[in-house]
């Protein structure tokens, strides 16, 4: 069993990429970045953060209460110059992303389409080679997953072979 798990690991195992690809992929990175700098222009910080929290205005920054914790006071600040935010009751810092990701309980991928949405820009969309890396990946996964059953769970499975994640047996 654990010699086939193996084997079919090591055939999911991304193959040495020619330099065309690198090239290829390059751009793919590239693009990817020029879209998310393109929503972070077209969008200020203290626009997406107005939507949650109401903002005032002192000198360069805007400051409110906390959206992260009940508070009296206003600790948190988001300066667009520098196109961050920062809570300074409980030390939470990001940009745009981080503050929808933080606040509405999304992911990454999730955050950019609606901060997309927002900004009146087309959804990002996935190349070719995005779309069967992320197929072998989960591919890889499940065997993975699976491997890890059987391993744990065998009753034939010698116990030396059960190794806790922790480093104990």
């Not at 040495?16 to 077209?42: F, G, H, M, N």
């Not at 600040?77 to 810092?93: G, I, L, P, Q």
């Not at 009753?155 to 030396?160: F, I, N, P, Q, V």
């Amino acid at each position: 069993r654990d010699s086939y798990c193996i084997s079919v690991f090591l055939m999911i195992r991304r193959p040495p990429r020619s330099t065309r690809k690198e090239s290829s992929a390059a751009s793919d990175v590239y693009k990817r970045q020029e879209y998310l700098d393109e929503i972070k222009t077209r969008l200020k910080v203290s626009t997406v953060v107005s939507k949650s929290v109401s903002l005032k205005k002192r000198g360069k920054e805007f400051v409110c209460l906390s959206p992260f914790k009940t508070e009296k006071t206003p600790s948190f600040t988001v300066n667009d110059e520098k196109e961050f935010y920062h809570c300074f009751a409980t030390s939470e810092h990001g940009n745009i992303f981080d503050f929808i990701m933080k606040t509405q309980n999304l992911k990454f991928g999730e955050a950019v389409k609606s901060l997309a949405n927002l900004a009146g820009m087309r959804p990002y969309t996935f190349s070719k080679q995005d779309e069967e890396r992320e197929k072998k990946w989960k591919e890889y996964l499940s065997i993975y997953r699976q491997y890890v059953c059987l391993l744990y769970t065998s009753d034939a499975a010698d116990d030396s072979l059960r190794v806790d994640l922790g480093g104990r047996r």
